[in-house]
């Protein structure tokens, strides 16, 4: 395999869909011949001890620089180009894989304009809608992709929203799918399990199960609208909320408002290796993504870690919701808009317990055929050999 570097301005500790899809990466690739390039320091969401502490042990290398400058200095972006034509050198890297086409993709362009070193520009939803947003940056977005060798996307969804805006790049397109980790197609430990139940008072309970940021296109208000009918059928519920973000507080008033302190166990934001036994404590999963402001859901990475969990779910539908979860088949898509769908869909899930079970039992079947990075991984074998 080529010497791979892989550039991201999000990386654990920090939690979410793009940083977690990064190291599952790294650690499908040769851990000797792969290096990623990531955040270093303090940052809104993660300190930077605690950022040494989770790099520590990884099978492949990490750096951590502070890859822009702050946002009084223009281009913030110069630093990252010093940092990559640094570890370029160092590391003899022969490839790179670009994780934010803006900025990131101004560094691999000079770096393959200097040395050869051709890049695969990956994309993820987000950083398409803030590529496009203005006729500037679509054209720094176009300038990118005419350079990049290959534009790998995480759903078939993300690939036609960006070709209907480029067209001309559908020669150089294709879909490599995240994969969830192995360890969540296997339960944890029984005394792990038991310690949640205790922790969180579940005996005699149901449960739902929500692990996202708590931003905007999450559908966490929709969902705490549509609770008190969704007690008034099954009074015993518990409902597990996992995640941090900007909407927090509005959340938790949320909550209040609708006397849920009772029934919501929110959790907060954890590790992503802690979120193992709740999966397996619960019943349901549900997360009402929707679009929003032009924003979708590339794919959602959460939706196939429940999945591999062997978990029912309740999605909204949003963007490549519908390929990570096959309505009627592994879960249920809803609008997460319509209080009626989605109150009868979660009640379905959990009364039918032998149709939630169907689900479940699809969802994992499906993780294990068509969702191992072992497989997705050969897609890249053109370009790293």
């Known amino acids: 395999m080529k010497r791979v570097l892989i550039i991201t301005l999000e990386f654990p500790p920090y939690v979410g869909g793009v940083a977690t899809y990064v190291h599952d990466l790294a650690m499908a690739l040769d851990p000797e011949k792969t290096v990623v390039l990531a955040p270093a320091g303090n940052d809104s969401f993660t300190t930077k001890q605690q950022k040494i502490d989770w790099d520590k042990d990884k099978k492949y290398k990490i750096i951590r620089r502070k890859l822009l400058f702050p946002k009084f200095i223009w281009p913030r972006w110069l630093r990252l180009i010093w940092h990559v034509w640094r570890v370029v050198r160092k590391e003899k890297i022969e490839i790179i894989f670009v994780q934010q086409v803006l900025p990131v993709g101004y560094s691999a362009i000079v770096m393959k304009k200097l040395f050869k070193v051709p890049f695969l520009l990956f994309s993820h939803g987000t950083d398409l809608v803030a590529g496009t947003a203005t006729i500037w940056k679509r054209k720094m977005v176009t300038m990118v992709s005419k350079h990049t060798d290959q534009i790998i996307f995480n759903s078939n969804s993300l690939m036609s929203r960006y070709l209907r805006v480029l067209p001309q790049f559908e020669n150089k397109s294709f879909v490599l799918y995240p994969c969830p980790e192995p360890r969540f197609l296997e339960p944890p430990p029984r005394a792990d399990i038991d310690n949640l139940r205790r922790r969180y008072a579940l005996e005699g309970k149901q449960t739902l199960l929500s692990v996202s940021r708590l931003d905007e296109g999450?559908?966490?208000?929709?969902?705490?609208?549509?609770?008190?009918?969704?007690?008034?059928?099954?009074?015993?519920?518990?409902?597990?909320?996992?995640?941090?973000?900007?909407?927090?507080?509005?959340?938790?008033?949320?909550?209040?408002?609708?006397?849920?302190?009772?029934?919501?166990?929110?959790?907060?934001?954890?590790?992503?290796?802690?979120?193992?036994?709740?999966?397996?404590?619960?019943?349901?999963?549900v997360l009402l993504t929707h679009p929003d402001e032009g924003k979708e859901e590339g794919l959602g990475l959460v939706f196939l870690e429940a999945s591999a969990a062997g978990l029912p779910i309740v999605a909204g539908r949003s963007g490549g919701v519908p390929e990570a979860v096959l309505d009627g088949r592994t879960g249920l898509i809803v609008d997460a808009h319509n209080e009626k769908q989605v109150v009868d869909s979660v009640l379905k899930l959990l009364r039918e317990k032998a149709y939630a079970s169907q689900l479940g039992k699809a969802a994992k079947e499906r993780m294990l055929k068509d969702f191992q990075w072992h497989e997705q991984i050969k897609l890249l074998e053109p370009w790293i050999g």
Do not use: A
């Open 218 to 285: 999450k559908g966490f208000p929709s969902m705490i609208r549509c609770m008190p009918k969704i007690l008034e059928q099954v009074p015993n519920l518990v409902w597990f909320i996992i995640g941090g973000g900007f909407k927090t507080d509005l959340i938790i008033d949320s909550i209040r408002k609708y006397n849920l302190q009772n029934v919501v166990r929110f959790v907060g934001e954890i590790p992503h290796e802690d979120l193992h036994p709740y999966f397996y404590t619960s019943d349901v999963f």
